[in-house]
């Protein structure tokens, strides 16, 4: 923005609003809509705008331009809050990254092994029971074990590990 630039320009006659100046705004919300606003120099240039917003019951506020300095810092403000909600928002992105990297490899690219020892499996049951073991018990077992080291996998990455240890599956 130039030092030369002015606050607003009057919505009717297009004159400069200085910053500092006095001038007048329509009471009717519709005209002070933040990108739609309307700023008058005079009164007679609030009553221009009269005929074409056909309003039921208006009134001209008398309004004071802020300060360039003033004004400047709102701006500054503002942003600086968009700065920082946009921050915010690259952070929670990261978090997501993370979360899918922890995740890892899509589950059909990785071996669907049997990660039990099928015979010490069935003797175990055996030994505990009498009872016989059927061959898909070890697939679910193993289904299983698998689900329990991808918790694990995520407490030791959130430990910043590159080694699952025995605690991370508490
Ligand atoms: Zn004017
Ligand atoms: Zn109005």
């Not at 519709?30 to 009164?43: D, G, W």
């Not at 004071?64 to 003033?70: F, N, S």
């Not at 175990?124 to 009872?131: E, L």
């Amino acid at each position: 923005m130039s030092e030369a630039e002015p606050f607003k320009l009057c919505t009717t006659c297009k004159k400069p609003i200085g910053f500092g100046a006095s001038y007048l705004q329509c009471s009717v919300s519709t005209c002070n809509r933040a990108k739609l606003a309307q700023f008058f120099c005079t009164l007679a240039c609030w009553d221009a705008h009269l005929p074409e917003a056909k309003h039921r019951d208006a009134w001209a506020e008398p309004m004071t331009a802020p300060t360039r300095e003033t004004f400047l810092r709102d701006q500054q403000d503002e942003l600086a809050r968009e700065q920082r909600a946009s921050a915010r928002e690259s952070s929670m992105s990261d978090e997501a990254e993370r979360r899918r990297r922890i995740i890892g490899a899509p589950s059909e690219d990785l071996p669907k092994d049997v990660l039990v020892v099928v015979s010490k499996l069935k003797a175990y049951i055996k030994a505990r029971s009498g009872m016989n073991t059927s061959d898909s018990v070890t697939e679910v077992l193993s289904n299983q074990i698998r689900k329990l080291c991808d918790a694990a996998i995520e407490v030791a990455q959130a430990d910043g590990r590159k080694t699952v240890l025995d605690r991370d599956f508490k």
